[in-house]
């Protein structure tokens, strides 16, 4: 596959003040973003919070309308035909042809790109092998499944191997099976000198595979830094006990409130108690001030927030809540 002079610089995208509006709604509303070459970088958010519209100004799909940006050091404005041989697009919705076929694909994205036709079929074929679609090389893409779209889709995007992949939610609506598929592509993009910004609502996945995240939700930055950084921004350890006698368990309660000075969560129809720690430390002393109290426990373990959990703290809703009218707007603009 062709190689791409990279300019360059430590970051693969600085953008600031990134703003795009859709009559009076602003979609992106100051957005600031710094990712860093050979990182997968994470934006998190639900539906309609100005991913995609933030991919589309990056990608130059879209007119940036206040702020700046630059691709390897590239201005995203001024200087889009270069900007666009240094990245590959791989959007929400399979931009494959469905009266073609898999390889027929390829070669036309490649021929549309610059490729010779020689260079586009040996280019595809590659692809092909690469991403486990070569019995189906032959197929037309209206007999594909939704994960085989995907890795087409992602494979077209990688005819003339771009230094930078925007990846807007690559998984949506993939089985968990075809969705780890996608991950381990994903890492073995970065493994192979690829950067890598991947949005997503799905938190898991963040959880998984962003080496940073930036929460993004109403067009806004709200919160960004690594996994453990955002899960340690929004509180402390949790404490998870399962009582082997379950009428114990406002005894136990009583042990941990003297002791800790922090409300216990309770679950008695199973026997569960939750409790916030500030220190992880203190999970000893809670379980030696249980045994001296002479109560059993069945289960222990001490967790970290989740990804959930930070979004909903920083949000105050979840990926998959329900959007304003505005956002409802930026969401059908996002999508067309």
Not at 115 to 133: D, H, I, N, Q, V
Not at 148 to 162: F, H, K, Q
Not at 276 to 293: E, F, G, N, W
Request: net charge negative; glycine share 10%; hydrophobic share 40%.
């Amino acid at each position: 596959m062709t190689t791409l002079h990279v300019p360059g610089g430590d970051l693969a995208v600085h953008a600031t003040g990134l703003v795009k509006t859709f009559g009076s709604s602003r979609a992106v509303d100051g957005v600031d973003l710094d990712v860093r070459r050979g990182e997968v970088f994470g934006v998190l958010g639900p539906n309609g919070a100005g991913k995609t519209t933030m991919i589309r100004m990056l990608a130059t799909l879209l007119p940036i309308d206040g702020g700046h940006a630059e691709i390897f050091g590239v201005d995203v404005a001024s200087r889009a035909h270069e900007v666009r041989q240094l990245v590959g697009v791989t959007g929400q919705y399979a931009s494959v042809d469905e009266n073609l076929t898999a390889r027929e694909n390829l070669w036309l994205f490649g021929r549309l790109q610059g490729l010779t036709s020689r260079r586009a079929k040996a280019t595809a074929a590659e692809l092909l092998g690469s991403f486990g679609l070569e019995e189906a090389a032959n197929r037309p893409i209206s007999r594909f499944s939704g994960g085989m779209r995907r890795r087409l889709d992602l494979a077209a995007s990688l005819i003339t191997r771009p230094p930078l992949i925007f990846l807007d939610e690559p998984t949506t609506g993939l089985d968990p099976r075809t969705r780890g598929q996608m991950w381990d592509t994903i890492r073995s993009l970065v493994a192979d000198g690829c950067t890598v910004l991947l949005t997503t609502q799905y938190l898991d996945e963040a959880d998984q595979l962003a080496d940073r995240i930036a929460v993004i939700d109403r067009g806004r930055t709200v919160a960004e830094g690594t996994p453990d950084e955002l899960k340690s921004s929004v509180g402390t350890s949790t404490l998870q006990l399962r009582l082997t006698d379950r009428s114990r368990i406002a005894e136990a309660a009583d042990v941990v409130r003297r002791l800790l000075g922090e409300e216990p969560v309770l679950t008695p129809e199973s026997g569960g108690l939750n409790v916030a720690l500030t220190d992880a430390d203190r999970a000893a002393d809670v379980l030696i001030a249980l045994r001296q109290a002479e109560v059993s426990i069945a289960s222990v373990s001490v967790a970290k927030p989740t990804l959930d959990e930070v979004f909903l703290a920083l949000t105050g809703h979840g990926t998959d809540a329900d959007t304003d009218a505005d956002t409802d707007t930026d969401t059908v603009k996002e999508a067309s």
